[in-house]
Nanobody, 125 residues
Framework: QVQLVESGGGSVQAGGSLRLSCIAS??????????MAWFRQTPGKEREFVAN???????SVAESVEGRFTISKDSVNNTLYLQMSSLKPEDTATYYC?????????????????WGQGTQVTVSS
């Protein structure tokens, strides 16, 4: 059974930093590829792509966070990270970790089978 557990959310002032973590369990190695990603969502809006990273380490980030957010992962400890810097009030959202067994070819949340419960990030001005 796949389980994703996020942590690291909180409240911070604009310009501050946070690091989100997502511990994955039950994900076995897949020779056809692995993809882990971060999405975020605010009430009344669709879930929005933030960043993804493949099993080969290649990654991409959304334009809205490029240069401020960095995705990385520790394959030994099965942990995904999102380092967020220069936070803005518009970054306020619930952040979700997602995973699936394919190469990171998509930024659509509909493609991902496994999700964490979410962690709230609030940025005040």
């Amino acid at each position: 059974q796949v389980q994703l557990v996020e942590s690291g959310g909180g409240s911070v002032q604009a310009g501050g930093s946070l690091r989100l973590s997502c511990i994955a369990s039950g994900l076995s190695y897949n020779p056809d590829g692995d993809c882990m990603a971060w999405f975020r969502q605010t009430p009344g809006k669709e879930r929005e792509f933030v960043a993804n990273i493949g099993g080969d380490g290649r990654h991409s980030v959304a334009e809205s966070v490029e240069g401020r957010f960095t995705i990385s992962k520790d394959s030994v400890n099965n942990t995904l990270y999102l380092q967020m810097s220069s936070l803005k009030p518009e970054d306020t959202a619930t952040y979700y970790c997602a995973a699936d067994k394919f190469y990171c070819h998509t930024q659509s949340p509909l493609a991902f089978s496994y999700w964490g419960q979410g962690t709230q990030v609030t940025v005040s001005s």
